[in-house]
Antibody, heavy 121, light 110 residues
Framework: QVQLQESGPGLVKPSETLSLTCSVSGDSISNQWWSWVRQPPGKGLEWIGYIYYSGSTNYSPSLKSRVIMSVDTSKNQFSLKLNSVVAADTAVYYC???????????????WGKGTTVTVSS | QIVVTQEPSFSVSPGGTVTLTCGLSSGSVSSGHYPNWYQQTPGQAPRTLIYNTNTRSSGVPGRFSGSILGSKAALTITGAQADDESDYYCMLYIGSGIRVFGGGTKVTVL
């Protein structure tokens, strides 16, 4: 059974960098696409971006200037860094796996439980 | 900036039918946007109901169906049950590798 687990600080100060890691168990991170999604309190889902195991990335245009995703295949993990955070970055952050075939990635089929990150001094 | 639109809320009677829609601020939704539909209950991660417009995800009951209706993607719940009371989100592929979620629809069953 595939499981994803987010980890990282629950509190980040404004202007600093939010750093989260997603640990994958029950599956190899290789040959697959992975994403981060966030959800501010009481609001909807926001797609942050995705990363392939090789390191190829694609980010939401609204966050592109502040986001870096990376993969560590040796640890079967992938990570999110969001720079220069503000209060509006306070959210539950989810990591998730894409279900893909040779043609397309269709949907996020496995999700972590989510981790709450609060931006506050 | 492209915005994906959804109705903020819907109410349906038990056993009734409701159709949620997912549109684009500019243009029509087609199968080429690979619409997904996710269901989320409070405190839980989302789960996929429908992907690639009309393919039900594994384990999803047959009362959920997806389609393109006019210029929008649609999720229909036929024979709504109490535990269908949730938030529903669509996600569209808008090109160049970019995905966008809609704002979500809160469905109440009463």
């Amino acid at each position: 059974q595939v499981q994803l687990q987010e980890s990282g600080p629950g509190l980040v100060k404004p202007s600093e960098t939010l750093s989260l890691t997603c640990s994958v168990s029950g599956d190899s991170i290789s040959n697959q696409w992975w994403s981060w999604v966030r959800q501010p309190p009481g609001k909807g889902l926001e797609w942050i971006g995705y990363i392939y195991y090789s390191g190829s990335t694609n980010y939401s245009p609204s966050l592109k200037s502040r986001v870096i995703m990376s993969v560590d295949t040796s640890k079967n993990q992938f990570s999110l860094k969001l720079n220069s955070v503000v209060a509006a970055d306070t959210a539950v952050y989810y990591c998730a796996r894409w279900y893909c075939d040779s043609h397309m990635c269709y949907h996020l089929d496995v999700w972590g439980k989510g981790t709450t990150v609060t931006v506050s001094s | 900036q492209i915005v994906v639109t959804q109705e903020p809320s819907f109410s349906v009677s038990p056993g009734g039918t409701v159709t949620l829609t997912c549109g684009l601020s500019s243009g029509s939704v087609s199968s080429g946007h690979y619409p997904n539909w996710y269901q989320q209950t409070p405190g839980q991660a989302p789960r996929t109901l429908i992907y690639n417009t009309n393919t039900r995800s594994s384990g999803v009951p047959g009362r959920f169906s997806g389609s393109i209706l006019g210029s929008k993607a649609a999720l229909t719940i036929t024979g709504a049950q109490a535990d269908d009371e949730s938030d529903y989100y669509c996600m569209l592929y808008i090109g160049s590798g970019i995905r966008v979620f809609g704002g979500g629809t809160k469905v109440t069953v009463l």
